[in-house]
């Protein structure tokens, strides 16, 4: 059952602020999928680990999470007075991001409908206790 107005629990939903040092990247032009494999690969290894990782990395996904967590480490040291020797990365996905629709040309006529995946990509970095 509700416990109040919708407006309400909204309310009290967005009053609980995350205060972790967090980058985000929209609309990448990167499958889900894909994405995964390197997000997969970095979650819970520290700050360190999780750049080297992608750094060596040969995926087309990897320079873009690299960036991010260069990102979200950088928002830790300004924004949250973080040291950078005791992150590591504590969440990240990827959620499902607008697909576009193109059409390859075929045979006799026909046309082909390829599908163009994009992502919303976001790495979460906390400090280890």
């Avoid at 509700?2 to 309310?11: P, T």
């Avoid at 990395?57 to 690299?66: D, E, F, Q, T």
């Avoid at 300004?78 to 075929?106: H, S, W």
């Amino acid at each position: 059952m509700a416990r109040g107005h919708r407006s309400q629990i909204k309310r009290e939903r967005n009053a609980v602020k995350d205060l972790r040092p967090s980058a985000k990247l929209s609309y990448a032009r990167v499958s889900v999928q894909k994405a995964c494999f390197i997000l997969d690969a970095i979650r819970g290894k520290d700050l360190n680990t999780a750049i080297g990782i992608v750094t060596y990395n040969p995926r087309y996904a990897s320079a873009l999470v690299k960036k991010l967590l260069e990102s979200a480490a950088a928002n830790a040291e300004n924004n949250n007075n973080m040291d950078r020797d005791t992150l590591y990365v504590a969440e990240c996905f990827a959620n499902k991001g607008p697909t576009m629709k193109r059409i390859q040309p075929r045979a006799q006529g026909r046309a082909y409908r390829i599908e163009k995946r994009t992502s919303h990509i976001t790495v979460i970095l906390d400090e280890k206790k």
